[in-house]
């Protein structure tokens, strides 16, 4: 089995639709409007901004969740929780062994809080 989609809430598409593509990187990969789905691809699991869906907190894996923090700042993004060590990996279990786990919230722009990720060596 394999995560195939994740949704979250989006009020408004063409907000939302120029905040993810300037967050990711890239440019949605489909607008099925009406009913009002944004789909966007996150390394083959697709990722849907729609007005139905329930906010949710989605991870997004950043090279470095320190530099993210402050271009992402300097754009005028809400940060929610600064960058910070949440954890060492000391074995392979959820991570390379010899790295920690990075974190940081920011706010997207409508109103969800997504999670910013990095394994940094230590």
Partial sequence: ??????????????????????????EARAVIDPPGLLFFDLDGVRLLLESGAPSALVYLAVPDVRDSVARLRSRGVEIVSEPGVVFSHTDDRLGPAGTDEWMAFIRDSEGNTVGLVSQLPH
Avoid: N
């Fill in 1 to 26: 089995m394999r995560l195939v989609q994740i949704a979250q809430h989006a009020s408004d598409l063409h907000r939302a639709a120029e905040f993810y593509a300037a967050l990711l990187g890239a």
